[in-house]
């Protein structure tokens, strides 16, 4: 399909990441590994892989792997608050991964300065306007905005919301849009915004390429975006982060885990810390038990309100035809058949 509008809808976000397409696969744990990353870096788009809470040996084989699968850019995506950050930071330096991206909560002045040592770029997300202005100032070459309708751990505020705050004040570097996009007409909503390129998760679960087990993919399957629901935190005495997921018993399992965590702090018999980790803890066993073992009862089924658009089991190539044709498509309604001016690009 010849791109007569996308090709300068997403400009800046391509320019960026040297690739086909500016549509991202977001970094999920024990998902988003060589696999899938070099599927979608081979097709076009651009592969993230997550490092989690992988040892630093680990992260450099799968960087390593990534490689041997493709010759196209990619990602490596570190979570701040993982017990191997600080190794794993050493190990994209040593690596030279060209992009690393900084999850979880917002990176030092030095991890950022630190992670561009290898030569590659670092892009951040953003949840508050203020902090994008001190991560740009910090050196961020990009922002990542993404919404509470993303899945696994969010935020309060929708991906609607947020892009209007950010990509209507900043234009210093490229803000690419998360949380809740499962159609390529969406994502042309947000390039006309002046998004530089869009990020997704839960499509790309039910990918052929994807070594997600049978069974979790199946569960994306069957779901609607209603049964993709955060947690609650029932007690300020023990602070949690919402995770949407879809509901089963293992929510129920957290729930109960969650109540008896927060009667050990009330009491003394723990610290707030420790029932903290033991929580981050448990999400991190049972994401592993439904996307590796296939438990979709007691596992965690961590999926974005998008799990609407999940119909069936694609390759990687056809999921993002579908995306781009459909963004091309929108994009020529929108423009009545003249150029496509993505918002406050005349100003970048």
């Not at 024990?30 to 990353?37: G, K, R, Y």
């Not at 630190?114 to 306007?129: D, E, M, R, S, W």
């Not at 509470?148 to 004040?169: C, D, K, M, R, Y």
């Not at 066993?285 to 979709?296: I, P, S, W």
Request: aromatic share 6%; with cysteine; charged share 20%.
């Amino acid at each position: 399909m010849e791109l007569k509008h996308l090709t300068a809808a997403w400009k800046r976000g391509t320019d960026f990441l040297g690739t086909r397409y500016a549509i991202l696969c977001g970094a999920m744990t024990w998902v988003s590994e060589s696999n899938l990353v070099a599927a979608i870096s081979n097709e076009g788009g651009f592969g993230v892989l997550a490092g989690g809470n992988m040892p630093p040996d680990l992260l450099s084989r799968e960087i390593e792997a990534t490689r041997r699968k493709t010759r196209f850019p990619f990602g490596v995506n570190l979570i701040t608050v993982a017990p191997n950050f600080k190794d794993q930071i050493e190990v994209v330096v040593r690596e030279k991964a060209p992009f690393v991206f900084f999850a979880g909560s917002i990176p030092s002045g030095r991890d950022i300065e630190q992670a561009k040592t290898g030569g590659g770029k670092v892009i951040c997300f953003a949840p508050v306007l203020s902090l994008a202005r001190r991560l740009i100032k910090q050196g961020a070459d990009a922002l990542v905005i993404e919404g509470n309708e993303a899945g696994g751990h969010i935020g309060p505020v929708a991906t609607s919301v947020l892009a209007q705050e950010f990509l209507l004040s900043l234009t210093e570097v490229p803000i690419f849009v998360a949380g809740g996009i499962g159609t390529g007409e969406m994502i042309a909503q947000y390039l006309m915004l002046g998004a530089a390129g869009a990020q997704l998760g839960t499509r790309f679960v039910v990918a052929e390429e994807c070594v997600a087990h049978p069974r979790f993919k199946e569960a994306f399957i069957r779901a609607q975006a209603r049964d993709a629901m955060p947690t609650s935190q029932f007690d300020p005495s023990l602070p949690t982060i919402p995770v949407r997921a879809i509901v089963n018993e293992g929510t129920k399992d957290f729930n109960r885990l969650q109540f008896d965590l927060l009667s050990k702090v009330k009491s003394g018999e723990i610290p707030r810390e420790e029932a903290q980790v033991k929580l981050e803890e448990f999400w991190v066993g049972a994401l592993r038990r439904a996307v590796v073992e296939g438990d979709v009862e007691h596992g965690s089924l961590m999926a974005g309100q998008s799990v609407a658009f999940v119909r069936k089991i694609q390759p990687v190539r056809e999921i993002i035809e579908d995306l781009v044709s459909a963004a091309e498509r929108k994009l020529a309604e929108l423009s009545g058949g003249g150029p496509v001016v993505p918002a406050g690009s005349l100003c970048r």
